[in-house]
């Protein structure tokens, strides 16, 4: 599925989707602290985004040239406004770890994490009710077990923003929208409230931004864990990425004579989803089509204007 690249110092752990994970090549791996697992024995983990690009779970040909780059960037700007909020980024002059050196092939599209006892719960917030919280809504009325008002339509804006949880199924499988009563089954209380509120506040404050920089934060998701020495639940993962977050243009989206399609158009991988929407029989074909130059080629752009947007 990837041509995962060596990296001098580092040793590949993993490879999703996106991502790829590696560890010091140096982590011990013949003492008490063997687990079977290299990020449970180690300090660290480089992050590095690939330009691959998936939908309907599947990893698509040929990749989004730069997508790796723009969502680091991306993330690490996000980062930067939410100073209150402990992350996971290990900082340049942070004296308590022997950082190897990151690869220049890698450099851009590379984050230095401190690893964390991740917690198993996703966490959505939804400020605007479309995608499959829509669809949810359609069939029950409430996303989650939370009911919503009746007669909402795609698109619309939520009363407020809504905390609507979801279980982190193993690899392979799919993530499950959960009650916020079975988040506190899974975590415990106080990390559940914790987690619930964090999520609700960070939201708030990344909606302001974007607000300021004409582009509306639909929704998004955040995943956190305990920091290993302290306990303190912290921010990681990609933060208010297109990959992570719904966006939309603030000024498309107040054209309401304007098609649905065009009012809520987001800035991340929707035109490849519509093309292969009308172009891949998932039932039938083994596999998907490979995408065309001029569905590649607008999905860079798409992914550059947000990051253009909002960092003004």
């Not at 698509?60 to 930067?80: C, M, Q, R, S």
């Not at 093309?275 to 860079?300: G, I």
């Amino acid at each position: 599925m990837t041509n995962t690249p060596e990296l001098p110092g580092w040793q590949h752990v993993y490879s999703g989707k996106v991502r790829d994970l590696y560890v010091p090549a140096a982590t011990p791996d013949d003492d008490d602290s063997w687990t079977g697992d290299p990020l449970r024995r180690s300090p660290l983990v480089l992050v590095v985004a690939s330009d691959r690009v998936s939908a309907f779970d599947r990893v698509l040909d040929p990749a989004i040239p730069g997508k790796g780059a723009l969502l680091t960037e991306l993330t690490h700007w996000w980062f930067e406004q939410l100073p209150e909020v402990p992350n996971h980024l290990v900082q340049p002059l942070d004296d308590r770890f022997e950082v190897p050196a990151v690869p220049d092939e890698v450099a851009a599209r590379a984050t230095v994490c401190r690893t964390l006892d991740m917690f198993p719960v996703e966490c959505v917030v939804r400020g605007y009710l479309t995608g499959g919280g829509y669809q949810e809504y359609l069939q029950t009325g409430a996303i989650g077990g939370m009911p919503l008002p009746a007669g909402l339509s795609d698109g619309d804006q939520l009363p407020e923003p809504v905390y609507t949880p979801a279980w982190k199924a193993p690899v392979g499988e799919h993530d499950v929208n959960v009650s916020y009563e079975r988040t506190v089954e899974l975590v415990g209380e106080v990390v559940a409230e914790q987690l619930r509120a964090i999520s609700l506040e960070v939201f708030a404050k990344a909606s302001a931004i974007a607000e300021a920089h004409g582009v509306i934060l639909a929704d998004t998701k955040f995943e956190f864990g305990a920091d290993r020495e302290t306990g303190i639940v912290t921010l990681g993962d990609e933060v208010l990425t297109s990959d992570s977050s719904r966006y939309w243009d603030a000024e498309a989206y107040a054209r309401t004579d304007a098609p649905l399609g065009e009012r809520l158009a987001s800035f991340d991988k929707q035109i490849v989803r519509d093309w292969l929407s009308a172009n891949w029989d998932r039932a039938n074909d083994a596999e998907p089509p490979a995408l065309p130059q001029d569905v590649v080629e607008r999905t860079a752009a798409r992914y550059g204007e947000l990051l253009t947007r909002l960092r003004g």
